[in-house]
């Protein structure tokens, strides 16, 4: 284990062997580099992605360092229920439990859509689906032993001044800002992961729910930032931005440590031990993100908009 002294990096990971996990978005960036490293160590991981052809194209890149990697695929895309739904059968087909479930994907549209369930695009994708996918595999999740459930935050929910309405969620009264609602769904997910973790304790189960967030990593998410961003971001020039940002497989450390350190608990949220950068340490979220009240009422409209109600009582 990492300690003061010691960073915890990926080289802390324990024995996977005979563990399921499932990686959303695991088909570049940090869900890619999260499911890599997971399976390096044993795990058999679930690339649940959007497009298969890119999931095929990950695994092959997986199996350059974890030979013998199994690598299922499921198709998954969090901007519809319908697939949701669809993953979440499947998942029920092949599989008995499911050990640790990492919820990494998200996106950012730099202008308002709308997903075919009515759902602002943004919101839906980041945390609507991640809820609704979460519930529905919630048994499987407490049929393994020790099973986890790690939902990929950001550092805006320690920011101040991030504007969370319940009742204008998919921006309809507000003026749509790319960054801003961007902001709003990180938050929604610490405050469902410190939630969740609420729900679970008095009810005899072993499945914990812990928070990370990434710092600023260098991956393929710089393109939904508008061209400027994107041009900055290129691979020949991002040394320029090494002072505040750091590489993929740093910025995965955060989602590994809460995955797999024997030492976590339920609750927590990890990040770098630095304001952006550096080894993965437990962090402090903000206020808005560990408010309870505010937690039980998005619960409450994100079991309302799914349809999807969570069953604790089946542990």
């Not at 959007?50 to 997986?62: L, S």
């Not at 459930?149 to 320690?158: F, I, M, N």
């Not at 590489?247 to 590994?256: C, D, H, K, S, Y």
């Amino acid at each position: 284990m990492g300690s003061s002294t010691t960073p915890w990096t990926a080289d802390n990971i324990p024995d996977l062997h005979g563990r399921t996990a499932i990686v959303t978005g695991a088909s570049a960036g940090l869900g890619l580099e999260t499911a890599r490293r997971l399976a390096e160590h044993g795990a058999q991981v679930v690339l649940a992605c959007r497009n298969a052809e890119k999931a095929a194209a990950a695994a092959e890149v997986i199996r350059g360092s974890a030979p013998d990697a199994e690598l299922p695929f499921v198709e998954l895309d969090l901007a519809s229920q319908e697939s949701v739904r669809k993953a979440a059968v499947r998942l029920h087909d092949d599989f008995d439990r499911i050990d640790l479930l990492v919820n990494n994907a998200g996106t950012l549209n730099r202008e308002r859509s709308v997903t075919a369930d009515g759902f602002e695009t943004t919101f839906a994708t980041n945390h609507l689906g991640p809820f609704a996918f979460t519930g529905l595999v919630l048994d499987l999740l407490q049929a393994a032993p020790q099973g986890r459930v790690v939902t990929v935050s950001s550092g805006s929910p320690s920011q101040r001044g991030t504007s969370f309405e319940l009742d204008d969620l998919f921006y309809e009264r507000r003026k749509y800002k790319a960054l801003a609602v961007y902001a709003q769904s990180k938050l929604a997910n610490a405050l469902f992961a410190f939630e969740l973790q609420r729900r679970l304790n008095g009810t005899g189960s072993r499945l914990i729910s812990v928070g990370v967030h990434p710092g600023a990593a260098e991956s393929d998410f710089a393109q939904n930032l508008g061209p400027a961003v994107a041009f900055l971001s290129r691979p020949q020039i991002r040394w320029v931005f090494r002072v505040f940002m750091q590489t993929v497989e740093m910025g995965a450390l955060p989602a590994l440590r809460a995955a797999t350190d024997p030492g976590v608990r339920g609750g927590e949220f990890f990040g770098p031990s630095g304001v952006s950068k550096g080894y993965p340490v437990e962090n402090q979220a903000g206020e808005q993100a560990r408010d309870p009240e505010l937690a039980a009422k998005l619960w409450a409209e994100s079991e309302r908009l799914t349809e999807v109600t969570y069953r604790f009582e089946d542990a």
